[in-house]
């Protein structure tokens, strides 16, 4: 079997290299690329991908769009890497379907073991729906819609619709998430128990896994009221809180 083939775009020759040399040695097979157009190109030649390391700021275009660019046609993961601190930066990556971040400077041990569970999380799409199954099978099995706050969940089209008739589409580990929620509505739900349901590693302490999926939803589900319906509760994990019905 080929080796996993990741792309590191950054401007920065030093680090490209470094990234690239460190790797080599897990058995990677790594491209290297200075501008976020160089990346759209290999893209556009259908080169074989299979995770891009992405650089937040490029010398001809920024990384948030560079990575909108590729879903419009691919669900490759992509790790962006940011020398910018600021939530507004990482609440934008998300938006534009970044899987996980990385603040400069890192630790090359870091971004491995990044890598290696979003490969986990990709190679075992199935686990994740066996344990939301698991955590939810406390909720009514015939439901067809969730209604809470001004939103209405549509369980067979994987959709949100809001009262004022706009529709927004949830991916797989959205519906999984938000179904989680639901099933466990005025309850807090704890790290250790998402990262279940979602089939994801909490071992690595810094990663962003959970904040990712988390902050993705929590946009989905924003308005004109700028409700955040998902609430952190300090060091004990995260409340959905407001009541919700269940709709044969």
Same mark, same amino acid.
């Given at each position: 079997?080929?080796?996993?083939?990741?792309?590191?775009?950054?401007?920065?020759?030093?680090?490209?290299?470094?990234?690239?040399?460190?790797?080599?040695?897990?058995?990677?097979?790594?491209?290297?690329?200075?501008?976020?157009?160089?990346?759209?190109?290999?893209?556009?030649?259908?080169?074989?991908?299979?995770?891009?390391?992405?650089?937040?700021?490029?010398?001809?275009?920024?990384?948030?769009?560079?990575?909108?660019?590729?879903?419009?046609?691919?669900?490759?993961?992509?790790?962006?890497?940011?020398?910018?601190?600021?939530?507004?930066?990482?609440?934008?990556?998300?938006?534009? #379907? !970044?899987?996980?971040?990385?603040?400069?400077?890192?630790? &090359?041990? +870091?971004?491995?073991?990044?890598?290696? %569970? @979003? /490969?986990?999380?990709?190679?075992?799409? #199935? !686990?994740?729906?066996?344990?939301?199954?698991?955590?939810? &099978?406390? +909720?009514?099995?015939?439901?067809?819609? %969730? @209604? /809470?706050?001004?939103?209405?969940?549509?369980?067979?089209?994987?959709?949100?619709?809001?009262?004022?008739?706009?529709? +927004?589409?949830?991916?797989?580990?959205?519906?999984?998430?938000?179904?989680?929620?639901?099933?466990?509505?005025?309850?807090?739900?704890?790290?250790?128990?998402?990262?279940?349901?979602?089939?994801?590693?909490?071992?690595?302490?810094?990663?962003?896994?959970?904040?990712?999926?988390?902050?993705?939803?929590?946009?989905?589900?924003?308005?004109?009221?700028?409700?955040?319906?998902?609430?952190?509760?300090?060091?004990?994990?995260?409340?959905?809180?407001?009541?919700?019905?269940?709709?044969?």
């Amino acid at each position: 079997m080929s080796n996993k083939r990741i792309v590191i775009c950054d401007d920065e020759t030093s680090i490209r290299q470094l990234v690239k040399i460190f790797l080599v040695r897990y058995q990677f097979d790594v491209i290297e690329v200075g501008t976020g157009q160089e990346l759209l190109d290999l893209f556009a030649n259908d080169e074989h991908i299979d995770l891009v390391i992405l650089d937040l700021m490029l010398p001809d275009m920024y990384g948030i769009d560079v990575c909108k660019k590729i879903r419009e046609t691919s669900m490759v993961p992509v790790i962006m890497l940011t020398a910018v601190q600021g939530e507004m930066n990482t609440v934008l990556g998300f938006e534009a #379907g !970044a899987d996980d971040y990385i603040e400069k400077p890192f630790s &090359a041990h +870091v971004l491995l073991s990044r890598i290696q %569970a @979003i /490969f986990k999380r990709v190679s075992h799409p #199935g !686990a994740a729906v066996a344990n939301a199954e698991k955590e939810i &099978a406390s +909720v009514p099995t015939t439901y067809k819609k %969730a @209604i /809470f706050g001004q939103w209405t969940y549509l369980i067979d089209e994987g959709c949100i619709r809001h009262h004022t008739g706009k529709h +927004v589409f949830l991916t797989k580990n959205d519906c999984l998430l938000l179904e989680l929620f639901l099933s466990k509505e005025q309850e807090i739900l704890t790290r250790e128990k998402i990262a279940k349901c979602l089939d994801i590693d909490i071992d690595d302490v810094e990663s962003r896994a959970i904040d990712v999926q988390i902050s993705r939803l929590r946009n989905k589900l924003k308005d004109k009221t700028q409700s955040n319906f998902i609430k952190s509760i300090r060091n004990k994990g995260y409340l959905f809180s407001v009541p919700v019905k269940f709709v044969d």
